[in-house]
């Protein structure tokens, strides 16, 4: 029998905010152990919580960005559990009228996945084991969270994974979160269940808590899915459980035993009031948001002709996209510029993070400067390409390695003159050439180049060699 | 009516410990709070629905650091720990 995979996403994403979601203190990652805590965030008696404007505008803001319906009444509520983790011993969060309901992500492939519901939260402090002892740093404790959950949707790992990467960029895009994985501002709870190819039914799922990579993710649900697959095909069941992956032996164990079964016992928030949300301030918040990088590759690859896989790369950064559009303006010829980031450029911006901060050497305009000389016929590609590489290295405007002879065309004349003399000069090559050696003109072509500095037409003066050695005896 | 499974099972999900002789006990205290949260239901003509006693909504607080407390005062009261972090204290 064949089985079909099923899953459904939990992803948090900690928002860019300045402060907390509850009281004043910084969110900045790293530090020494809780240092960027107050009374408030520890859960101390006596404290009341005060909700950051911004949490609710951002978590809006991503609802919007995933065809979200924006409730205008939301509240928070209480979650309780005991856990060292969760200094108050209940966490606020929002159980029946979270902010957004309702949206969807598009994958590549059309299918629509859906996204049950957003809503806000605090995130729990960290746990630190260590020798059998365990530790808190309260420090990340209250820092805001979204939590998007996804419709059991999802059909295969591939998907999932493309879901994600969707979220990170939307999330990134729109400014909420820099949704790094390794730094934990965006973790995923991965429920999946097999059932039957052909089946409408869903099968018993397990949750696999707390993926922080891509890599744990994929190896967590390939496991998973073949793990519910051998159990089912061998007569047992699954059992409903949340379960931890464990990546260095590559399975995946039960979290906790039953007698932690879960009971959150939800209440409302008796110390945050109502957060109510006008139409008016929904469309005001919509009217900001940037254009989403869908729209964005749409539009890379219907006005400027960009083929669709250069336009996602260009689009995956957000920094690089604006750092295109800044270099393109006013360029007839986008497609140059794309390709002179992504190759060149990229070579220079090693990883990801580099690429994230869009930490190209030289400022846009002098990108745009460059094409601008190719575009209009100043210079030929040959030594556009040179002197992105030395203006790379040095930070430096074209101009500084351009001068004015090198630009313009060499007129015919002159151009046949130099490739008589190149011919002339490399009997070799010639006799390569006439002996079948097509591949032989090139080197004849690099010498014509070098002597041009670039400037010529390396068609043209391929043309014009060929006909030469042809016209040889 | 509160049962002694339920008072048990709050028990477990607070890590309270009761001993056996507390159960009937705290069953019947529980069971008369619950009891008077009910009578609470039977209002019929409450009025105008409101969702809180002052009237306030948006509440907010604007996005801006205010200093933390020194890790000092934090870890005033810690009970073990060491490098800045609190312990987790073993169950006995």
């Not at chain 1, 510029?337 to 002098?366: C, H, M, S, W």
């Amino acid at each position: 029998m064949s089985w079909e995979l099923v899953s459904g996403l939990e992803t948090h994403v900690e928002l860019s905010t300045n402060t907390k979601i509850f009281c004043g203190c910084t969110t900045k990652f790293g530090g020494e152990p809780n240092t960027n805590c107050c009374p408030i965030c520890i859960g101390l008696p006596g404290t009341l919580p005060k909700l950051n404007r911004q949490v609710v505008h951002y978590a809006i803001m991503a609802g919007l960005a995933t065809h979200c319906t924006i409730n205008n009444v939301s509240k928070m509520d209480r979650k309780n559990y005991v856990y060292p983790d969760l200094p108050k011993a209940y966490q606020i969060s929002q159980y029946d009228k979270p902010l957004c309901e309702h949206g969807y992500i598009q994958l590549d492939n059309g299918r629509k996945i859906g996204i049950t519901r957003i809503h806000i939260e605090e995130d729990a402090g960290k746990l630190v084991h260590e020798h059998g002892d365990t530790f808190v740093d309260y420090n990340r404790g209250g820092v805001p969270l979204i939590e998007i959950v996804s419709e059991p949707d999802i059909r295969s790992i591939a998907e999932a994974r493309e879901y994600v990467e969707k979220l990170q960029m939307i999330m990134k895009h729109i400014g909420v979160s820099d949704c790094k994985m390794q730094e934990g501002s965006l973790r995923c709870d991965v429920n999946i269940s097999v059932r039957p190819e052909g089946s409408n039914e869903f099968g018993t799922r397990t949750e696999i808590k707390n993926m922080n990579s891509f890599t744990n993710m994929e190896k967590a649900m390939a496991y998973e899915y073949d793990r519910q697959i051998d159990l089912l095909e061998s007569g047992g069941k699954v059992t409903q459980e949340t379960l931890r992956w464990n990546p260095d032996e590559g399975i995946t164990t039960p979290m906790r035993g039953k007698e932690d079964a879960h009971d959150y016992r939800y209440f409302r928030e008796p110390d945050l009031v109502t957060i109510y949300t006008t139409d008016e301030e929904i469309e005001a918040i919509r009217q900001e948001l940037p254009e989403l990088p869908d729209a964005r590759i749409a539009r890379y690859e219907s006005d400027f002709g960009l083929p669709e896989a250069d336009a996602q790369l260009l689009v995956k950064y957000r920094k690089i996209a604006e750092y295109f559009e800044a270099a393109g303006e006013g360029l007839a010829n986008k497609k140059t510029v794309a390709n002179f980031i992504l190759g060149q450029i990229f070579r220079t911006l090693v990883t990801d993070e580099e690429k994230e901060n869009g930490a190209v050497a030289i400022p846009p305009e002098y990108l745009h400067d460059l094409a601008k000389l190719l575009e209009d016929g100043k210079i030929k590609m040959n030594l556009a390409k040179t002197t992105l590489d030395k203006m790379l290295e040095t930070g430096k405007p074209c101009t500084d390695f351009i001068s004015e002879q090198d630009m313009g065309d060499i007129d015919e004349d002159t151009l046949r003159t130099i490739c008589q003399s190149v011919v002339d000069n490399n009997p070799k090559a010639v006799a390569d050439f006439k002996g079948g050696k097509d591949k032989a003109v090139k080197a004849l072509i690099g010498q014509v180049m070098k002597q041009t500095r670039g400037k010529a037409d390396g068609r043209k003066a391929e043309a014009m060699m060929v006909d030469m050695m042809n016209d040889m005896e | 009516m509160v049962t002694r499974e339920e008072i048990e099972n709050i028990a477990l999900l607070s890590k309270l410990f009761v001993a056996e002789e507390e159960l009937d006990g705290l069953t019947k205290e529980m069971d008369q709070m619950i009891a008077f949260a009910d009578t609470i239901n039977q209002a019929t003509d409450a009025g105008e629905e409101f969702d809180n006693i002052n009237g306030l909504q948006n509440a907010f607080r604007e996005d801006e650091v205010v200093p933390s407390y020194p890790q000092s005062e934090i870890l005033k009261n810690r009970d073990g720990g060491v490098d800045g972090f609190f312990y987790v204290a073993k169950h006995k």
